[in-house]
């Protein structure tokens, strides 16, 4: 997939006796994939809060140095893709709001959609905040009681989260420090994930400690042991006597729908959600794919990175070979990035380079994790067949993207993505392929391996868990199951 993309990733370090910074860096590293356009990382040392942020990639914004600098028991730390606010320095993350004696800072993962009232309630003139994650910070600012200007209270911004929260909708994971606790925050629904970890007492972390993070790889990385999922609805509070568990929300709000395209693209593949192994889902997906949409062909081709556990699937189901027929360029970003459908078209020329040896005569399957606006897809095939590719059979390991996205995904607007205007058998057409079929939701499902767990699949039905901003018709609804 290659024309949506997925907001933020959080990671949080607490850990007496040691400074967090570069557990925080090398957490964040690892959850570069979920945000390339900036980096932050907040550190206190329990009287400060220090906030160092900036455009670009981890390792464009923090260097030895830097990171040596920053001193600190606990630390919070965000990569961002912009969904909700312009990408701009003003917008990076984390927010830091300067109350009490040394603040707060605000991660966050998602997209609210009760903005406008939010704003409303707060006296607040629309859009003057930049971004919902800005928002949030401003809401929580505002709940601290008047005396909190000359001494913060320990359970200060408990108290204010206590009091917002409730007052939120949409999806937000939040990762967040005071001076003295590291917290995180999933909403009722769990749109985004979140999970809590711990590290063990070592020579370089003597009372060991806890993080909170995005995905798994970013525990895995720092040393720290996988605790558990935090849960849709929960807020996490740690400090030196560890974490405890409120849950501020409404038990009625409380109806867990993970986003099922963490499965299918956004998570890492070696991230564990549900209790599940994000590559060998993808491969099931694959296999899926083969018996729901056979064909006869020469070579099961993947379209890196995402597209390959399941093309793997697809040829150990189907008993047609897999191989190699498509080369990327691991120094270019993803291509929704580009502005136009022309840039698009170049970006896929820079990307992607087919391996003509490998497929020319050849009648060739080629598995993709999804189809959005159809440019970059189109401009593959064109590639492919240009190389002497026979016939070019696209499967997809997701059924048809037909509706936007209100939960933290930056889709195009409905009429921009391809399955909301044309059937099958016309996007078949329109990308130049042999054939063209999408894996069902219900083989999604199964193939995940988690049935009962809840996802939201809001984009692929238009069936919304919560109340949206925008309505599309008919052919819309807000359901809670």
Partial sequence: MTQVREACGVFGVYAPGIDTAPLVFDGLFALQHRGQESAGMAVSDGESITVVKDMGLVTSVFDVRTVAS???????????????????????????????????????????????????????????????????????????????????????????????????????????????????????????????????????????????????????????????????????IIDDDGPRSLRPFDRARVNPRLCIFEFVYFARPDSRLYGREVHAARHRMGEQLATEAPVEVDLVVGVPDSGVPAAE??????????????????????????????????????????????????????????????????????????????????????????????????????????????????ITRHLGADSVAYLTLEGLIAAIGSPDAGFCSACLTGTYPTSIPVKFGEFVSVSPS
């Fill in 313 to 426: 699937g697809f040829a150990a189901r189907s008993g047609v070979p897999f191989g190699q027929g498509l080369v990327k360029n691991r120094y270019i970003g993803r291509t929704f990035i580009a502005p136009t459908p022309q840039a698009r078209i170049d970006a896929v020329r820079r990307k992607l380079n087919p391996l003509r040896e490998s497929v020319a005569g050849k009648r060739l399957v080629v598995v993709d994790d999804s189809i959005v606006r159809g440019t970059t897809t189109r401009q593959m095939v064109r590639l492919l067949r240009d190389a002497g590719a026979k016939e070019v059979h696209l499967r997809i390991s997701s059924p048809p993207f037909r509706w936007p996205c209100f939960y933290g995904i930056d889709t195009p607007v409905r009429e921009e993505l391809l399955a909301a205007r044309m059937n099958v058998e016309e």
């Fill in 70 to 236: 920053l001193g600190g028991h606990v630390g919070l730390g965000h990569v961002r893709y912009s969904t909700a606010g312009p990408s701009t320095w003003q917008n990076a993350q984390p927010a830091f709001r300067s109350v009490g004696s040394a603040g707060f800072a605000l991660g966050h993962n998602g997209n609210l959609t009760n903005v406008s009232a939010l704003e409303d309630q707060s006296g607040m003139l629309p859009g003057i905040m930049g971004s919902d994650s800005e928002l949030v910070a401003e809401l929580i600012e505002k709940a601290f009681p008047p005396e909190s200007a000359l001494e913060l209270a320990d359970d200060a911004l408990e108290n204010a989260l206590l009091s917002v929260l409730p007052r939120l909708e949409g999806a937000f994971s939040l990762g967040l420090i005071d001076a003295t606790h590291l917290v995180g925050v999933r909403d009722p629904n769990g749109f985004r994930p979140l999970c809590l970890g711990r590290l063990s007492p070592s020579a370089s972390c003597e009372f060991g400690g806890w993080a909170i993070a995005s995905e798994t790889p970013a525990l895995d990385v720092v040393g720290a042991e996988f605790v558990r999922e935090i849960e849709p609805g929960e807020l996490v």
